[in-house]
């Protein structure tokens, strides 16, 4: 694969993806049991925003550079500071910590938000990914970086010994039909993890591919299916991202109204044209 995610680091999408999964965690910490994380395509897990790739797009500006300078202004709404307040402080401690403007991606932020008892697998199958993923979090003696195929260890890893955890599958949609091999594999997490909380990250580009999508996501009947999705745009190019969004199955019981809550106060910031349209419903209830 030749997708690189530092080029997108911290962009708008990262920002709904990342304040999400940091409330799932925040939810999982709430109990003493440890849980598991299975990451199916970490990517290099830590990113240097003033870096070149990150600095050829500047993604980053109009997205957590953005949500932090209204943070630090304080013209953020009140009620969503404590919301995103895990995520920030993540942010700001590394930061703070190497005195360089760094950002987490899902397995850096996973383990700062989590506990010692706590258990990480990370897939990476890109070696050079990979090798930078072992550098920036390998030293954590609760994370294992494998070398397998993201799909792959859906069936090798699940269910976990810990029985409550979380799966988060974000594929780099470089190849055609992901979006049915991503529905095909959320039945089979589904099948062998019934009890766990699974969260599938996809880019809104092809408004028709997505509408597929969700229909055969509902076809599956799962219970508890929740839908998250942030435009930043109108749908000009199939091929230009546009939104993105979020399939959570099993989610925290106060999951649809924290991200409503989150992205109606960060569409203004991350929506190119200054107002973005936010939508979290349910695709199948109880």
Partial sequence: MNYRHAFHAGNAADVVKHAALA??????????????????HAGAGLYDLAGADAQRTLEADGGIEAVLAAADAGTLPEKVIPLL????DAIRRLRAESGRRLYPGSPALALALSRPQDRFLFCELN????VKLEKRVGGDDRAKILAQDGWQALAAHL???ERRGLVLVDPPFEEGGEFHRLAHCLADAYRRFATGIIMLWY???????V????????????PKTLRVELDFSEVRRADQLSGSGLIIVNPPFT???????ILNALAPLLARDGKGRARVSWLTGE
């Fill in 127 to 130: 070696k050079e990914e990979r």
């Fill in 85 to 88: 307040a895990p995520y920030f």
């Fill in 211 to 222: 509408d597929a999508f969700r229909r055969e996501v509902g076809v599956l009947r799962l």
């Fill in 23 to 40: 409330r799932v965690l925040a939810y999982l910490c709430r109990k003493d049991n440890a849980f598991r994380v299975l990451d199916t």
């Fill in 159 to 161: 269910p976990p010994r």
């Fill in 203 to 209: 880019p809104i580009k092809d408004l028709r591919a």
């Fill in 255 to 261: 999951l649809a109204d924290e991200m409503r809550t």
